[in-house]
């Protein structure tokens, strides 16, 4: 079954959950993971992009977008479709909805950041996955 990881930004946080999303995208792929961020948006997609081109001014992130990169060659790729290419390992869900293809995943992460209205579609995401019977788990970030 798939495990399902919400990341919650505390108030004491740097950034918000594009910025998050990077920090997790990086460790998954440094962990040898395939990870696909699942946005709410084309323009959302190309905003994550352009962050990972500079999260780590020190070492590149291998990603691109779904559709427009060779999806065997990119460990991470962005996308805003109702599907996720072949992608099954890491979800990182950006989205304010539950994805329709997360339980091909083995891992989901969800992230919410500070603001309110985020919040209050994480809780409705955080039911949805409950309802279904999936164990979830909860991280506060404070930094």
């Known amino acids: ?60 992130i291998p990603h691109g977008l779904l559709g427009e990169s060779e999806s065997t060659l990119t460990p991470i790729l962005i996308g805003h479709a109702e599907q996720a290419g072949e992608e099954h390992d890491v979800l990182i869900n950006l989205a304010t909805t539950v994805p329709p293809f997360f339980s091909r995943f083995t891992r989901v992460a969800e992230l919410i950041d500070k603001d309110p209205a985020l919040r209050h579609q994480g809780r409705a995401r955080y039911k949805t996955y409950r309802d279904r019977g999936y164990t979830l788990n909860t991280h506060t970030i404070d930094r």
Do not use: P
């Not at 323009?43 to 352009?50: F, G, L, N």
């Open 1 to 60: 079954m798939t495990q399902v990881d919400f990341y919650i930004l505390g108030e004491q946080a740097q950034g918000d959950r594009f910025q998050l999303a990077c920090r997790i995208a990086d460790k998954a792929w440094q962990q040898g993971h395939r990870i696909y961020l699942h946005t709410n948006s084309d323009s959302e997609s190309r905003h994550m992009d352009k962050l990972l081109w500079t999260h780590r001014e020190e070492s590149f």
